[in-house]
């Protein structure tokens, strides 16, 4: 197995180095560099624009009390809350409290599960095969509650 260190160019390891205030965000950059096997000017572009803080899921939970959601994802002005289930029992006390918490703020909640792909009640469930067109799913569900 190759380091990583060797699997991007040094140019893109002092972007990476001078433009991140985190490990973590320096990690996620030379792990998007790798897979996405950017040039200097991309990366540049990535790093200007700020999107280690566009793309980066967030976690969210209250103190004291059993709430928690799996992560919040930013999708332009909007946030969130999302679940991901494993599991048959896809109830989720944590995201309605959130929408409690937060009544104008969530447009949509969104569970990742093995169940049907399906809009109820606020809640769009995606199926986990489906994962990778959540983005798609997201803005057509609301358009459809726009209606």
Same mark, same amino acid.
């Given at each position: ?14 972007? !990476? ?6 490990? %973590?965000?320096?990690? #996620?950059?030379?792990?998007?560099? !790798? ?8 990366? %540049? ?22 709430? %928690? *959601? ?13 679940? *991901? ?12 409290? #959130?929408? %409690? ?21 606020? *809640?769009?469930? !995606? ?21």
């Amino acid at each position: 197995m190759t380091p990583v260190v060797t699997q991007i160019s040094w140019t893109n390891h002092l972007l !990476i180095m001078s433009g991140c205030k985190s490990d %973590e965000e320096h990690e #996620f950059y030379i792990h998007l560099c !790798i897979k996405e096997n950017y040039s200097k000017r991309q990366l %540049e572009r990535q790093l200007d624009s700020g999107y280690y803080e566009r793309y980066m899921p967030r976690y969210w939970s209250q103190n004291n009390l059993p709430y %928690e *959601v799996d992560f919040l994802i930013q999708r332009e002005n909007d946030i969130f809350p999302v679940e *991901v289930k494993s599991e048959a029992n896809t109830t989720s006390k944590s995201m309605k409290k #959130f929408k %409690e918490l937060f009544p104008d703020k969530v447009r949509l909640r969104i569970r990742f599960s093995l169940d049907n792909l399906n809009l109820d009640d606020g *809640v769009l469930n !995606i199926p986990l095969f489906m994962a990778d067109q959540a983005d798609r799913l997201i803005g057509l569900a609301l358009e459809k509650r726009k209606q």
